[in-house]
């Protein structure tokens, strides 16, 4: 396999076991700001978010199962990109340049996995 490809994947499949690993550590942050975002079942929407990722960026990173796992960040970036980060709903300039900050890189990464599985064999 190529190095470029394999860094690619440990680079791009590492930063959502990450996110997912320290959101499940200092799992009581991430379901208070989702409960602020009146999201029933916080505890649950989460834990299943932080899987799903965790799991998605393990097979980016094995190649077993990679399509599947690509679906799976997919799938959670869609999801948390507008609930998490409604940039147009923000009356404060800093958190709307915030929010619309995460939201985009959010819509780059979906982009990017997009590519990514068009293009996995």
Known sequence: MEPVFWTGRILYGGVFVLFA???????RMPVSE???RGIPAASLAVAVAMVAI????VAVISGYQA????????LFLMAISPIMHPFWACRDPVQRREAWIHFFNNTSLLGG???????WH
């Open 21 to 27: 690993l320290t959101n499940l550590v200092n799992f």
């Open 34 to 36: 989702v409960q602020a």
């Open 54 to 57: 965790l799991v998605g960026g």
């Open 67 to 74: 399509r599947s796992g690509l679906v799976l960040i997919a």
């Open 113 to 119: 996995t997009l590519i990514a599985l068009a293009l």
